[in-house]
T-cell receptor, first 112, second 120 residues
Framework: QKEVEQDPGPLSVPEGAIVSLNCTYSNSAFQYFMWYRQYSRKGPELLMYTYSSGNKEDGRFTAQVDKSSKYISLFIRDSQPSDSATYLCAMRRGTNAGKSTFGDGTTLTVKP | GAVVSQHPSWVICKSGTSVKIECRSLDFQATTMFWYRQFPKQSLMLMATSNEGSKATYEQGVEKDKFLINHASLTLSTLTVTSAHPEDSSFYIC????????????????FGDGTRLSIL
């Protein structure tokens, strides 16, 4: 069983929809949680970075972390065609940035 | 704007060739950089941690002699795929996190745009 499980998708929504992307994990020691967006043939781009449980909002993006349930989510409001990409969740235990564990990614398509 | 620059973005070469990929941190010093490999529709696989001024730390199963890493300055790490073969074809991505205390920094990783390596 993988340490991080991500809803595989693919996910297709109409423009303007609210998108929910989710990951579950098994390691209760994870403390730092990240969401990355990856366009085709590009490197991952950091979207959200949170520590421990709680919510964080940045524009149309909201990240939620529920450590008691070992569950994290990324919400995208008013989705745009430019949001079409693969979204990766990532998490790590301590401050060693390299030792992040990544989900397999969810591919999102936003149709105009 | 980009904080990590990776070059080249795409390489096609013959089997047996050695290929060097550069990863640069822009406007910050990165004592540690990371090299990943990504297969189509799969997640990132950490290959090695590149440490400035010392030997790289390789993940289990990654051949040190095949994937040579040099981190000669605080802004540049290179990955050389030696005697590349078709099975080495993949998408290679580097990352770095800023912070004077990296890898013990609480800053997230920032990634380069990747290098698509195709070995014929």
């Amino acid at each position: 069983q993988k340490e991080v499980e991500q809803d595989p998708g693919p996910l297709s929504v109409p423009e303007g929809a609210i998108v929910s992307l989710n990951c579950t994990y098994s390691n209760s020691a994870f403390q730092y949680f990240m969401w990355y967006r990856q366009y085709s043939r590009k490197g991952p781009e950091l979207l959200m970075y949170t520590y421990s449980s709680g919510n964080k909002e940045d524009g149309r993006f909201t990240a939620q972390v529920d450590k008691s349930s070992k569950y994290i989510s990324l919400f995208i409001r008013d989705s745009q065609p430019s949001d079409s990409a693969t979204y990766l969740c990532a998490m790590r235990r301590g401050t060693n940035a390299g030792k992040s564990t990544f989900g397999d990614g969810t591919t999102l398509t936003v149709k105009p | 704007g980009a904080v990590v620059s990776q070059h080249p973005s795409w390489v096609i070469c013959k089997s047996g060739t050695s290929v060097k990929i550069e990863c640069r941190s822009l406007d910050f010093q990165a004592t540690t950089m990371f090299w990943y490999r990504q297969f189509p529709k799969q997640s990132l696989m950490l290959m090695a941690t590149s440490n400035e001024g010392s030997k790289a730390t390789y993940e289990q199963g990654v051949e040190k002699d095949k994937f040579l890493i040099n981190h000669a300055s605080l802004t540049l790490s290179t990955l050389t795929v030696t005697s590349a073969h078709p099975e080495d074809s993949s998408f290679y991505i580097c990352s770095a996190s800023w912070g004077a205390l990296a890898p013990h920094s609480n800053q997230p990783q920032h990634f380069g745009d990747g290098t698509r390596l195709s070995i014929l």
